[in-house]
């Protein structure tokens, strides 16, 4: 069924949608926190497993302070001496450089100080330093502005860079992206991730508007220079190994690598839930950013996929109305659930080119308004139904119930006219004019209402069609609309029913004085349905030969004195489909007024019905 929404109803919806949806992909491409972000990260969490893990590059070690550390050390922090150690037993072990995420602010004594500082000279280092952002719900949207800095002692940062290790995290507490530039008071400060990849790489890296560059190659990032995780696995899956080999003097090979140290003792340090691992050490998200950024399998999310994804939000937000708006129900839907799943798929493929697509955005966008339409819809085809259910009943009263119907389904029900075999009926009664002037109009209409109550009952027992009233008569047929095998026994069954029911009302009424009989004829063949009237004004008939000579046998039973004449063709079909002896106690060649051809009829009197004849559909 097509759609019933007026045409301003879709205008409106699809208006209000595609504003809806701008709203949404607006926030998106500037990078602002919604309640979508919360849907997202769950669909990209999901993402991220399918695609499982992946081995972390093999130029860059964390050495942990662990466990083992703390209790072989036996204190916590480590002082600044130990610490020194620690650096220098990198330094031995070959390491290229060495980013400590450690913050090395607070008191210590001169000698551990001193002797920290001088071991980071040795070696390319950077060290952490922290920041409070402007923003506490900051995204990845802009560059963070920093308002307040925890720096390492002066000395460390004479001896080493510093990097910010702020990173950014979903509402959940993933960390997502790590900002590479933060905007202080004394200018653009630059990440923790990005002066260890200076080191580690020995090149400079520079931010363009499309990303990093380094070296030759270019890393995309997302909006305000924030880098997108990809993670590789659970903790220690990019290699790790523990600081107390190296204070133990075990041999431990860094050659070439960039050592990146920090704690993962239990309890201490930061822990984060990633994808992988729900208690992931801070050190290695440091170290998972700075390999994404080694080997530049970062997940892609700049600009233009966030403009993709507002241009497929849109798309699919357009598309989806318009299919509820305009298409059959079930295809429309069907339809809009094949985009949306055709979406997901693709964010699916895109993944495994490292590609963040935003799958929960066309969700967000067409979801609301395709769900208002829908229901919007039912309503107004409910209230169509409705209207429809009405129309028909009310056509009803003046058309047969089957006629209204199908007209009802089909208004171009018999534009054309159409040929067909069916069973036609008349019947009337005898005596009738003496009998209404005797009752006068209103009581005639009572007497009449009751007569063509009992017609309508029985056509409608034998599955037939009253095709019109006429006062004390009427004009029934059998196979109208549609022709059925069972047709000629119907109208024989319902002639005989007829005859009984009309009789046993006569004589209950008391009109037997009054009305001498009922007289039924009928006959099947060939008749022509059609529409007769003005184009305005339009009754389905039947016409034809058939319909003639069943509206003369009602000449034939006065003129025979009986109560039901059956063709012979109509008795031949009806034998055939019936196993009750229905052979006429009289049978007769008559003319038949205005056709040349003389035709055999059956008659019956009152009282000589077949007994228990039974039609299909019929009680008998």
Not at 168 to 182: A, E, M, Q, W
Not at 310 to 325: E, V
Request: proline share 5%.
């Amino acid at each position: 069924m097509t759609s019933a929404l007026p045409r301003w109803v879709a205008a409106l919806a699809l208006l209000s949608g595609l504003v809806w949806a701008a709203l949404l992909c607006q926030q998106h491409l500037s990078g602002t926190a919604s309640v979508i972000d919360r849907f997202e990260t769950v669909l990209l969490d999901l993402r991220i497993s399918l695609a499982g893990e992946r081995p972390a590059p093999e130029n860059i070690t964390i050495v942990a302070i662990d466990d083992r550390t703390v209790s072989e050390v036996g204190t916590y922090p480590l002082d600044r001496n130990t610490l020194a150690e620690l650096v220098t037993g990198i330094r031995e072990a070959g390491a290229a450089a060495i980013a400590i995420d450690i913050l090395l602010s607070g008191e210590s004594t001169e000698t551990d100080d001193a002797a920290l500082a001088a071991t980071l000279e040795s070696l390319p280092a950077v060290i952490a330093a922290a920041a409070r952002v402007a923003d506490a719900q900051q995204t990845a949207s802009a560059v963070p502005v920093v308002r307040e800095a925890l720096a390492p002692d002066p000395r460390f940062a004479e001896a080493a860079t510093v990097g910010l290790v702020n990173i950014v995290t979903d509402d959940g507490g993933t960390p997502r992206h790590i900002p590479l530039l933060f905007l202080s008071g004394s200018g653009l400060q630059p990440s923790f991730g990005l002066k260890a990849l200076e080191l580690a790489s020995g090149r400079t890296p520079s931010l363009t508007e499309e990303g990093v560059r380094i070296g030759d190659r270019v890393q995309p990032l997302d909006l305000g220079w924030h880098l997108a995780l990809n993670y590789y696995g659970p903790a220690e899956t990019v290699e790790t190994i523990s600081a107390a080999r190296l204070l133990d003097g075990d041999p431990v090979d860094l050659r070439g690598r960039l050592a990146v140290l920090g704690v993962t003792a239990t309890a201490v340090g930061d822990r984060f839930a990633t994808p992988f691992d729900p208690v992931m050490p801070g050190v290695e998200i440091q170290a998972t950013g700075i390999a994404n950024l080694l080997d530049g399998s970062a997940l892609l999310r700049t600009g233009a996929i966030r403009l993709t994804d507002a241009a497929a939000a849109l798309t699919i937000t357009l598309l989806g109305l318009a299919a509820i708006a305009f298409l059959p129900l079930a295809p429309a839907v069907f339809f809009y659930i094949a985009l949306l799943t055709g979406w997901l798929a693709l964010t699916m493929i895109l993944f495994g080119q490292g590609q963040w697509m935003n799958a929960a955005l066309p969700f967000a966008a067409s979801l609301p308004p395709v769900i208002a339409l829908l229901l919007s819809r039912q309503v107004f085809e409910r209230l169509r139904s409705q209207k429809l259910a009405r129309a028909s009943a009310a056509l009803s009263r003046f058309q047969s119930p089957k006629l209204a119907g199908r007209v009802a389904e089909d208004p171009s029900f018999l534009a054309v006219p159409k040929e067909q075999d069916a069973a036609m009926l008349f019947v009337d009664l005898s005596g009738y004019t003496g009998l209404s002037e005797e009752l006068g109009p209103v009581r005639t209409r009572d007497f009449l209402k009751e007569f063509h109550t009992i017609v309508v009952d029985v056509v409608s027992q034998y599955d037939g069609v009253v095709l019109d009233f006429m006062g004390d008569g009427a004009m029934l047929g059998f196979g109208i609309p549609d022709a059925a095998a069972e047709d000629p026994v119907n109208a024989a069954g319902c002639c005989f029913e007829l005859e009984r029911r009309v009789s046993q009302w006569i004589a209950d009424a008391g009109m037997s004085g009054r009305i001498s009989r009922v007289r039924v004829g009928a006959h099947v063949g060939e008749v022509v349905l059609s529409r007769l009237g003005h184009d305005s004004q339009q009754q389905i008939a039947a016409t034809g030969d058939c319909v003639n000579v069943a509206a003369r046998l009602l000449e034939v039973a006065k003129d025979h004195d009986a109560s039901v004449v059956l063709s012979s063709n109509l008795m031949r079909a009806a034998s055939a489909m019936t196993e009750v002896d229905c052979s006429p106690p009289r049978q007769a060649t008559v003319a038949i007024r205005g056709r040349q051809q003389e035709l055999t009829v059956g008659l019956w009197r009152s009282g000589e019905i077949p007994p228990g004849f039974v039609a299909p559909g019929g009680t008998g």
